[in-house]
């Protein structure tokens, strides 16, 4: 017949369970930890940048280094969750210019389309988009799909010609925040937002534009 546990042997199984609790969660943790990784664009180049996020998975930070480029065709991805999209840019406002892409994209295809997870949350930083010889963008020359959640930040939006009169365009459910970005519009440029409403009598969605 085995004997009851005392109370010295029921301390040190509850020891022996803390420290077997406390090994798992560090090897859980540590799970969770690798499997986020920094995927690095080899240029700013638009060719170097969608290779990039092509390999970025949920949890990845995609690196995009300091430079300039004219792209001449658009990026396009369907970003898993909780993914960040980081230029070069400084913590200063804007971020200093130091990741900058223009637009020479001669179609009307959007310079940079994403397509946000309706989980977790998607981050673009430190990021210069200029206007350059482009046709005009009339879906909105960097274009947010969701539904999902999203932060922009740093980032520096130059729209000085009238093919990006749609700067950025955010749509079917995209919610988020913008801050510590500098907004250089002319004329009729402006944040497109079309979350939903339809337009009386049918039409276009329309929003806060």
Known sequence: ??????????????????????????????????????????????????????????GDTVLIPAGTANWSQGVSWNAPQNVTIKGAGTTATGGGDQTVIIDDIPSGSPLLKISISSSGLMRLTGITFRSGSGAIKDNGTIKFEGPGNLRIDHCHIIASTTANYKAVQFGSGVFGVMDSCILDFTGTHALYFFNGRNEPGGGDWMGNY
Do not use: F
């Open 1 to 58: 017949m085995l004997a009851a546990p005392g109370k010295a042997d029921r301390q040190t199984i509850g020891i022996q369970m803390n420290k077997i609790i406390a090994v798992l969660t560090l090897c859980l943790l540590g799970t969770s930890l690798a499997q986020a990784a920094t995927v690095s664009a080899t240029s700013c180049a638009a060719a170097d940048v969608q290779a990039a996020l092509n390999l970025a998975k949920a």
